[in-house]
C-alpha cells in the first residue's frame, strides 16, 4: 500500500499527499457510505454514485471531459 494510488496524482489531477494516507482515505470514503447514506434521504444514491465515480475516475487520471463522455455513453 505504499505505492502511489494512481496516475491522477502523478499527473497532478489531485493535490500532492502522502500516498499511502490517500489510499486508506480513498478507501474510507467508499466503504464509510453505508454509515451515513439513507434511503429517501437529503442526497440521492444517483448523486452520490457520480460523485463517488468522478472521483474514482481523476485518481485514475481521466479529465472532467474524459469522465463525461465515459459516463454518457
Known sequence: ???VP???L???HLPQADSRLLTHAIL???TSVWHWYRPGGPT??????DFFVRR???IL???ASQTDQMMTN
Open 1 to 3: 500500500m505504499g505505492h
Open 61 to 63: 487520471g481521466l479529465t
Open 10 to 12: 502523478e499527473q497532478g
Open 56 to 58: 474514482q475516475l481523476a
Open 44 to 49: 440521492s444514491l444517483t448523486t452520490i454514485s
Open 6 to 8: 494512481g496516475p491522477g
Open 28 to 30: 474510507g470514503l467508499n
